[in-house]
């Protein structure tokens, strides 16, 4: 269950750094265009934010890592959660896809940092 938990929170991890470079440095380049299906035109008018965008994924990239390097499931906990509600967010609002590359991974990480933790007789506390 461990090996699972924490395998998975780096999946999450490398994910949110890979939407960090395409958002930030490979908006306008080949990849970029044809990965989220827009013009040259749009990409430029977007760049931007997809910039900022770019940002928050690399906050939630670090902050995950931080949580996975230190094991503290709290933190674990937080940017799981974060990511999950960030992902159904954009899924429901901008491309369904959205849930299954960002939530889902995010929500089967979280399942299992979950299920992994040792508890001790009585605990009955949701952060560590």
């Known amino acids: 269950?461990?090996?699972?938990?924490?395998?998975?929170?780096l999946v999450v991890v490398f994910?949110?750094?890979g939407?960090?470079?395409l958002e930030?440095?490979?908006?306008?380049?080949?990849?970029?265009?044809?990965?989220?299906?827009?013009s040259a035109e749009v990409a430029a008018a977007s760049q931007l934010l997809a910039f900022n965008q770019g940002v928050?994924?690399?906050?939630?990239?670090?902050?995950?890592?931080?949580?996975?390097?230190?094991?503290n499931h709290g933190v674990k906990i937080f940017f799981l959660l974060a990511i999950s509600?960030?992902?159904?967010?954009?899924?429901?609002?901008?491309?369904?896809?959205?849930?299954?590359?960002?939530?889902?991974?995010?929500?089967l990480a979280l399942f299992f940092v979950m299920r992994s933790r040792r508890r001790k007789a009585g605990e009955a506390r949701l952060f560590s």
């Open 1 to 9: 269950m461990r090996f699972f938990a924490g395998l998975l929170t």
């Open 15 to 17: 994910l949110h750094f």
């Open 19 to 21: 939407f960090m470079a």
């Open 24 to 38: 930030m440095f490979f908006w306008q380049a080949p990849i970029g265009l044809k990965l989220f299906s827009m």
């Open 56 to 71: 928050y994924n690399g906050i939630l990239a670090v902050g995950l890592l931080w949580g996975f390097l230190s094991n």
């Open 85 to 107: 509600v960030a992902g159904i967010v954009g899924g429901l609002s901008v491309k369904l896809s959205i849930i299954y590359v960002q939530a889902l991974p995010a929500i």
